[in-house]
């Protein structure tokens, strides 16, 4: 049973680029959520998609945009790179409906650096 | 304005004792308390949670105590093994929402 897998593993842009992450949610899962996790810090919740639409979206500026396909699989844009940018990008998924906790499962992470 | 706070970035213990991991919040609307583990190059992992109306909960090594008055959590963790080793987060979460708050870790080693 795969779990949640992300692509590419790492990344470099530089400023002022635009970049697509990509995000398959472990079998059997509905909902994707992202996370920056900037250095030395903990995740950071950027927004969820189930449905393929928009459900929460954390203090994030509208250039980082997402999508989810029918396949329940996510893409996560970020356009107009900053340095700031430059993190890893987390990736959970989870389903919808499991009582008081939908428990997310974490992938790796894509590894962004914005020179 | 960081509502979930883990004060000690790094704990050393020797293997067999007790390891435990501290975690303090500010937001009195959060429910749901968890714990993630996470090793070098992978995703966190789940570890044990608790529920706002509970004080204690425990599996197997692991218990995660919580005292809402204090807005304080801690996750125990007897005893400590080698493979234990790894950088441990605190998250909470705000009634009917799958958001998850992020501490920004303790890194903990474990000494054979």
């Known amino acids: 049973d795969a779990g949640v897998t992300q692509s590419p593993t790492h990344l470099i842009k530089t400023r002022g680029q635009q970049v697509t992450l990509r995000c398959s949610p472990k079998s059997g899962h509905d909902t994707v959520s992202w996370y920056q996790q900037a250095l030395g810090q903990g995740p950071q919740f950027i927004f969820q998609?189930?449905?393929?639409?928009?459900?929460q979206r954390g203090n994030f500026p509208d250039r980082f945009s997402g999508h989810q396909f029918p396949n329940y699989s996510s893409e996560l844009n970020v356009n107009a790179l900053l340095l700031g940018d430059s993190a890893l990008y987390l990736c959970?998924?989870?389903?919808?409906?499991?009582?008081?906790?939908?428990?997310?499962?974490f992938g790796p992470g894509t590894r962004l650096t914005v020179l | 304005d960081q509502q979930v706070k883990q004060n000690s970035p790094s704990l050393s213990v020797q293997e067999g004792r007790i390891s435990i991991l501290n975690c303090d919040y500010t937001n009195s609307m959060f429910d749901y308390f968890l714990w993630y583990k996470k090793y070098p190059a992978e995703g966190p992992t789940f570890l044990i949670s608790i529920s706002s109306i509970k004080d204690k909960n425990e599996d197997g090594r692991f218990t995660v105590f919580l005292n809402k008055s204090a807005k304080h959590l801690s996750l125990h963790i007897v005893p400590s093994q080698p493979g234990d080793s790894a950088v441990y987060f605190c998250?909470?979460?705000?009634?009917?929402?799958?958001?998850?708050?992020f501490g920004k870790g303790t890194k903990l080693t474990v000494n054979p």
């Open positions: 959970a998924s989870s389903l919808k409906g499991q009582g008081v906790w939908n428990e997310q499962f």
């Open positions: 998609y189930y449905e393929e639409e928009e459900r």
């Open positions: 998250a909470a979460r705000q009634g009917g929402s799958e958001k998850l708050v």
